[in-house]
C-alpha cells in the first residue's frame, strides 16, 4: 500500500537558518504529492503541491522538488521566519485512493 | 478563513454521554472528511463522505456514528466514549473524493473523555 515518510520532530532552528524537512514515499502508481501546514490551534491547509516528476512545487518560500528517482518531496526554505512554527504534513494521493498523510514534523523557528 | 466551521470547538465529556460535532463547509465542495488526530497517530481519516454518500469507512468503532444530511453539513455522533478516543477531530471537504484535490479543513475539535 502507499506511504510517507518524514522526518522526527521537533526540528527547532534559529530565525533566518535554512530549513529542510525530509519526505519519501512509497506508491504504487504515480501520485501528487502534497505538502500541507498547521498552524498552532489551527486546521491543516496546502501549502504547496507537485503534480508530475521534477515538478517543483513553492509558496511563501517553501520550495518541494518531485524526486521520482529517489521517492523523495523534501520541502526546504532559504530564511526561516519565527512565523513558520508549526507542523509540516506530507502526503500523496494515488488515484483511486484517498489522501495519504505522514506523521507530520514540528517545527520550532526561535529569535 | 478557510471556509469550514467546526462546532464546539472544545468539548468534555463524560463516559456515558452523548454529544455531536458539528461541521458546515462554504466553499460548495462535494466530498466531507472526518479525521482524528492525537499523539500517537498523527492524521486518521474516520470517513469520507461523497455527494452525502458514505465512501470509506477505515475501521472506526461504532460508538462514532456520522451523518451527512446534505453536502455542505456533516456531523460526528458520540456516545460511550472512552478516554483514549480524547483527540482533536478535524472536518475537511474538498471538490470531489477520489480526484487529489486540495482539502480544506476546519479548526477542529478538541475532545477530552474524562
Known amino acids: 500500500g502507499n506511504s510517507v515518510t518524514q522526518m522526527e520532530g521537533p526540528v527547532t532552528l534559529s530565525e533566518e537558518a535554512f530549513l529542510t524537512i525530509n519526505c519519501t514515499y512509497t506508491?504504487?502508481?504515480?501520485?501528487?504529492l502534497f505538502w500541507y501546514v498547521q498552524y498552532p490551534g489551527e486546521g491543516l491547509q496546502l501549502l504547496l503541491k507537485?503534480?508530475?516528476?521534477?515538478d517543483k512545487g513553492s509558496n511563501k518560500g517553501f520550495e518541494a522538488t518531485y524526486r521520482k528517482e529517489t521517492t523523495s518531496f523534501h520541502l526546504e526554505k532559504g530564511s526561516v521566519q519565527v512565523s513558520d512554527s508549526a507542523v509540516y504534513f506530507c502526503a500523496l494521493f494515488d488515484a483511486g485512493n484517498m489522501l495519504t498523510f505522514g506523521g507530520g514534523t514540528r517545527l520550532m523557528v526561535k529569535p | 478563513e478557510t471556509g469550514v466551521t467546526q462546532t464546539p470547538r472544545h468539548l468534555v465529556m463524560g463516559m456515558t454521554n452523548k454529544k455531536s460535532l458539528k461541521c458546515e463547509q462554504h466553499l460548495g465542495h462535494n466530498a466531507m472528511y472526518w479525521y482524528k488526530q492525537s499523539a500517537k497517530k498523527p492524521l486518521e481519516l474516520m470517513f469520507v463522505y461523497s455527494l452525502e454518500e458514505r465512501v470509506e469507512n477505515n475501521s472506526v468503532p461504532s460508538r462514532f456514528s456520522p451523518e451527512c444530511p446534505n453536502s455542505s453539513h456533516l456531523f460526528l455522533h458520540l456516545h460511550t466514549l472512552q478516554p483514549e478516543d480524547s483527540a482533536l477531530y478535524l472536518c475537511a471537504s474538498s471538490q470531489d473524493a477520489l480526484a487529489g484535490d486540495t482539502q480544506y479543513f476546519g479548526p477542529g475539535t478538541r475532545l477530552t473523555v474524562l
Open positions: 506508491a504504487t502508481g504515480y501520485p501528487s
Open positions: 507537485a503534480t508530475k516528476a521534477d
